[in-house]
Structure formats: C-alpha cells, structure tokens
C-alpha cells in the first residue's frame, strides 16, 4: 500500500484527489499540507507546513502553488519522502532545485498529469517531423478563469517537444502591435481564460493549402487526480532520480 500526502489537500486538485481514491486499492492518503483547509473536514491530519508532518509517508503529491516547493523538496530530502510534483509556474531556478533534489529522492515531474495529454505530446514530436518545415506551428491553450500561470505548463511542454524536431525554431508568447508578420521559425502559443473550462490544448500546422490540428480536452479534473495517482505508485518503488510522464506510461 503506497501512503501518499497531499500538498494542497483542500483546494479544488486536492480534494479531487481524494474523491478519486475510492477508486484505487494500492493508495491510500494519511496526510494533507494546507495552511489555509478547515481541518475539522477531513478524516486525515492536516499540516501547515511540510516541517509539522508526524506521520510517515511514502509519497507527498503537490497541486499547490509553486511557493510551497522549497519547504517540499527540504522535507523529502530530510526525510526519505518521494514527491510527484504537478504544479506548474515554476521559476528556472526552482527547476534547477527539482533536479538537485532528485539525486537525493526520486521525483516526478509533470506538467500535465493526464496520460492523453501526454499521447498528444508524443503526435505532436511525429507530426513536426513528418510535416517538417512547410507547416507553420500554432498552440492555443484554454483554460478556466482562475488559472494564475499563462501559458499553461502543458502548452510549453508541447511547444518545447516541437522544438526539439524543428531547428533553428523559436517561441513567441501571442502577438500585439503593427509589426507582427509571422516568421518562418516562430512557434506561437497563446492563452486564453474564461469560464469554468477545465483545460484544452490545440496545436495547428498550418500549411500550404491544408491544416492539421491535434487537439486535447480535459472535461474533469478527475484525468489529473486519477495519473497523480499512479505516479505516486509508481514513484514509491522508484529509486533517487527525476521522472516524468513518459516513465509512468511505459511502466503501464
């Protein structure tokens, strides 16, 4: 049985996650991190602050806010404690801190825990190769009104894999003013927020004469809590190192 906190306990991610636990037998929660949760509501002790934890744990599980890794990653450290890390906006230098701490205690880090967002990041690598460089590239992100990073983690992890299959290309965040003409190498990505929309990604390749859009849309939270899930199960038989998505599905 993998034990798991959740840092976050109390917010949306955090109490979808423990919603979604009823549906596995192999995890269980004994632990939540929220300064700010009505603690009389849950059933498991909840801590301030990572430091305050008196049970053991094998995986803390993060949808919080990027200020609370610092005291994350100390504790895991300290303590032996794997961390599945979901939360997005994180500064170069905290992503510097992830990968130290890594070779202390395995971590997994994503920036998108749905396992079709992760298909899409792999066609998207596929079609920027097989479309090469006559196909302009476009990323448009969606996402509810309360979202405070833009653009989304998931729309630079998909940027980021085209880059990787087209040289010499580059990011541009949206476009303003009178002098805006696309260049060849741009990959545009662009955020919009409204409403309740949980998440939606699309990516277009615009060529000569025809389009080809790949597109992804998460109509729950529940697809983000049901792969934290199986990556803190999967991480708590992992050793020291830095895994992400890709490691989980290939395990499946």
Known sequence: MTKIIICGIGGKMGMKILETLQNFSDVTCVGGIDAYADKSRFSVPV?????DINVEADVIVDFSRPEALDGLLSYATANNVALVLATTGYSEEQEKAVKAASEKVAIFRASNMSVGVNLLVHLCKKAAAILGEGFDVEIVETHHNKKVDSPSGTALTLANAIKEEKENSYLTFGRHG??????KDEIGVHAVRGGTIVGKHE??????DEVVTLTHEAHSKAVFAQGAIRAAAFLAKQK??????PDLVASL
Not at 178 to 183: A, E, H, I, L, P
Not at 203 to 208: A, D, L, P, T
């Open 178 to 183: 009178n002098d805006t003409k696309r260049k």
């Open 240 to 245: 020291p190192g830095l895994y992400s998505m």
């Open 47 to 51: 801590f301030d602050k990572p430091q």
């Open 203 to 208: 990516v277009h390749f615009f060529g000569e």
